[in-house]
């Protein structure tokens, strides 16, 4: 069974051999193999499986020889070439990393500019990061001002209608409880959450209210102010227990207000109105 691989360059260039014919040529050779040993023939069975081995090592030996004579020098070209390659995309990707710090800083100082047309368009109350992240192709180079200008107006048009249909929603909750909410809304332009917040404020206020008609209903007895408490500190008396009413501001961020008023909404706390204008900016420390 012979096989020796012959390489030849043909006219267009490209490196062919023979080893298409001389696969078919042993395909051919090996129709005889194919049978089941048997006691009879166990003998033969050796002879051949030893020859086919024989061949199979024969074959392998001329690709590698094929190999070793057409591709002798190709592993060194091959590992020079894609060292090469290595450095040019290196190269490539130091000039990416400058080209992207300038569109970075490009970027950043359109942003600056967006946010102060975005405010005195009157966008000022909502967060403009949140209002940018929905519409990112405002940065983009070929964004022309004059369209942001147009969306920039849609978007307010948009939310003042959503705002005015809050304020309505909320209309019946106490002003501080509409204040708090309004400025979740601003911070977050979350609809549905915020009336659904709304909501939950309404149950809260009626359970508390149906809980000081109970305490109203009650027979009252006279009790005395304790001596000990401040002016500022008064009580209403019931028969079962004191009421006591106490004022004071707090200060802190979304989260912990919320949390805040969710604490004293589940103790059975009422909330009682505080005028906003009564509420100062900043607190002095220890205040």
Not at 36 to 52: S, T
Not at 54 to 63: D, H, L, N
Request: hydrophobic letters at 40%.
């Amino acid at each position: 069974m012979e096989f020796e691989l012959i390489p030849r360059i043909g006219e267009d260039g490209v490196l062919r051999t023979n080893a298409a014919e001389l696969v078919e040529s042993v395909k051919a050779q090996l129709k005889p193999y194919n049978y089941i040993v048997d006691e009879g023939n166990y003998a033969q069975a050796k002879q051949d499986r030893a020859f086919l081995n024989k061949a199979a090592t024969q074959i392998g030996t001329s690709r590698k020889l094929l190999e070793d004579k057409v591709f002798a020098t190709w592993k060194t070209d091959k590992a020079q070439i894609m060292a090469i390659e290595k450095d040019i995309k290196q190269a490539s990707e130091a000039l990416g990393e400058g080209i992207k710090a300038i569109d970075d800083e490009e970027k950043a100082e359109k942003a600056k500019n967006l946010e102060a047309c975005w405010n005195a368009a009157g966008g000022n109350k909502y967060r403009f990061e949140g209002i940018l992240a929905e519409h990112k192709s405002w940065l983009n180079k070929t964004a022309k001002r004059d369209v942001i200008a147009i969306e920039m107006q849609k978007e307010l048009h948009d939310l003042g209608l959503q705002e005015k249909q809050i304020e309505k929603e909320i209309a019946d909750l106490e002003e501080a409880q509409q204040v708090y909410l309004m400025e979740a809304w601003y911070k977050s332009r979350e609809y549905q959450l915020t009336l659904q917040a709304a909501h939950n404020i309404r149950t809260a206020n009626a359970k508390a209210a149906a809980m000081a008609k109970v305490e109203e209903e009650r027979p009252h007895v006279a009790h005395t102010e304790p001596h000990s408490e401040p002016k500022a500190f008064t009580q209403t008396e019931t028969h079962s227990e004191q009421i006591y009413r106490r004022a004071f501001i707090v200060e802190g961020n979304e989260s912990q207000l919320r949390a805040l008023i969710g604490c004293m909404q589940q103790t059975g706390l009422r909330i009682l109105s505080i005028a906003k204008k009564d509420i100062p900016n900043t607190l002095p420390f220890g205040q």
